[in-house]
């Protein structure tokens, strides 16, 4: 389809090594949030891998140009189709290079349709979410707007931090603060530049702190 080459990857480690190229797609979707990224969607696959991984890869010569990370699950109403990271992430949609969405979607849909369930469900997508402009001809579909709540704190580009965070979360934080400068130096970096760095040390952060409480 338009030079692009379709793939499905059922393979576990098939499907961790993707993890460079779909570095470079999700820095490139407009659309991508932490969910979709290699960072939470494989540890999420490494950890639960509740049925049999369906994911579908879009190539464009050697560079990932649409990822669907999926799986089949076996239901006593038939197969189903779910989403990789359903149930723990805020967001799920599929990822697209903008310049490619049509072709690569399309060619995601056909890999769809070539596979074998009876529902294919996509809960927690955001308004603007490519699956819902897919195509799946003969295919009966359903909505519902009814979805988990998603809770966003929208920053004023002319006000501080401190005037959209509450005045209690805030004396946490310099309580929190303090703690940390009293075992030794303390320093606060954005981590924009490289939210892989970023993510990986969020998670060895919440490893240790459940490992601390005995979980």
């Known amino acids: 389809m338009g030079g692009l080459r379709t793939e499905i990857i059922r393979d576990a480690r098939a499907f961790e090594d993707l993890e460079?190229?779909?570095?470079?797609?999700?820095?490139?979707?407009?659309?991508?949030?932490?969910?979709?990224?290699?960072?939470w969607l494989i540890p999420w696959w490494r950890t639960f891998a509740p049925g049999d991984l369906a994911a579908?890869?879009?190539?464009?010569?050697d560079a990932l140009a649409g990822l669907a990370p999926l799986y089949v699950e076996r239901h006593d109403r038939g197969q189903r189709l779910l989403p990789i990271g359903i149930s723990l992430s805020d967001y799920l949609d599929i990822l697209c290079?903008?310049?490619?969405?049509?072709?690569?979607?399309?060619?995601?849909?056909d890999a769809v349709l070539s596979l074998?369930?009876?529902q294919w469900i996509l809960p927690d997508l955001p308004a603007d979410a490519v699956s819902l402009s897919l195509e799946l001809p003969n295919a009966q579909e359903r909505r519902s707007m009814a979805q988990a709540a998603?809770?966003?704190l929208p920053l004023d580009g002319d006000r501080t931090l401190a005037y959209s965070?509450?005045?209690?979360?805030?004396r946490q934080l310099r309580r929190a603060e303090r703690a940390a400068r009293r075992r030794g130096a303390v320093v606060?970096?954005?981590?924009?530049s490289d939210p892989q760095i970023f993510l990986d040390r969020l998670i060895?952060?919440?490893g240790a702190r459940w490992a601390g409480h005995g979980g």
């Open 165 to 170: 965070v509450p005045a209690r979360r805030r």
């Open 116 to 118: 074998e369930w009876s």
């Open 56 to 61: 579908i890869a879009v190539w464009s010569g």
């Open 20 to 39: 460079p190229h779909w570095w470079r797609l999700w820095r490139r979707s407009i659309s991508a949030t932490p969910f979709q990224s290699p960072a």
């Open 97 to 109: 290079v903008p310049e490619l969405e049509a072709k690569a979607g399309a060619a995601i849909a």
């Open 204 to 206: 060895r952060l919440h």
């Open 150 to 152: 998603c809770p966003v």
């Open 188 to 192: 606060v970096r954005r981590g924009e």
